[in-house]
């Protein structure tokens, strides 16, 4: 069985331009969250979906949107990139919505340089 | 409000035990997780608690859990050099899987 997936491991961007980064959660599970986590700090919640349809959003500008996708992969999109954005994001994998978090599994994450 | 705070640093001699301190302050959260992050990997669940429990033991952990305090501890028993990375407490808050965590505290081991 395949663990969580997300692409690319790592990226580097411009300031003002745009990014996807892509999470595949386990097989089975329905549900996906978006972690950032920048250097020094513990992760911060952006989103959660389930079922497509967004179940919980953090404390992010509307520069962060995310979509989940009939096979519940996930994509992370963040417009107008500053250079506070590095990171890395983490996506996290659960079997439902109702799910405990012990049951949620995290990827590698995906390392966000923007200069 | 949701916090979760931590000491950002320990040291510890191989064989030793390490404890990590950390508090929260959201009363609700039903469990508590510690998560383990080696160098260029995501998080690792180690271990957690319900809130309803003062401690909870699996194999060289011991969480500590004082609600009253709003105080979580995780002990390491006979800390490894392979037990060297940053744990992070964190706590569940809303009504969907949210997770809050601390800053993270760096546990290194040394001979």
């Known amino acids: 069985d395949a663990g969580v997936t997300q692409s690319p491991t790592h990226l580097i961007k411009t300031r003002g331009q745009h990014v996807t980064l892509r999470c595949s959660p386990i097989?089975?599970?329905?549900?996906v969250s978006w972690y950032q986590q920048v250097l020094g700090q513990g992760p911060q919640f952006i989103f959660q979906?389930?079922?497509?349809?967004?179940?919980g959003r953090g404390n992010f500008p509307d520069r962060f949107s995310a979509r989940q996708f009939p096979n519940y992969s996930s994509e992370l999109n963040v417009n107008a990139l500053l250079l506070g954005d590095s990171a890395l994001y983490l996506c996290?994998?659960?079997?439902?919505?109702?799910?405990?978090?012990?049951?949620?599994?995290f990827g590698q994450g995906t390392r966000l340089t923007v200069v | 409000g949701e916090d979760v705070e931590q000491s950002l640093f320990l040291s510890v001699r191989e064989g030793d035990s390490s404890v990590i301190n950390c508090t929260y302050t959201?009363?609700?959260?039903?469990?508590l997780y510690w998560y383990k992050q080696e160098p260029g990997a995501g998080l690792q669940l180690l271990t957690y608690i319900f809130s309803n429990m003062d401690m909870k033991q699996d194999q060289r952990l011991t969480v500590l859990l004082n609600k009253k305090d709003k105080h979580l501890s995780l002990r390491i028993a006979d800390t490894q050099t392979g037990d060297s990375a940053i744990y992070f407490c964190a706590e569940n808050a809303g009504g969907y899987n949210k997770l809050i965590f601390g800053a993270g505290t760096r546990l290194a081991v040394h001979p």
């Open positions: 959201d009363s609700s959260s039903t469990y």
């Open positions: 996290a994998s659960l079997p439902g919505q109702g799910a405990r978090n012990t049951e949620a599994f």
């Open positions: 097989s089975g599970h329905k549900s």
């Open positions: 979906y389930y079922e497509k349809e967004e179940r």
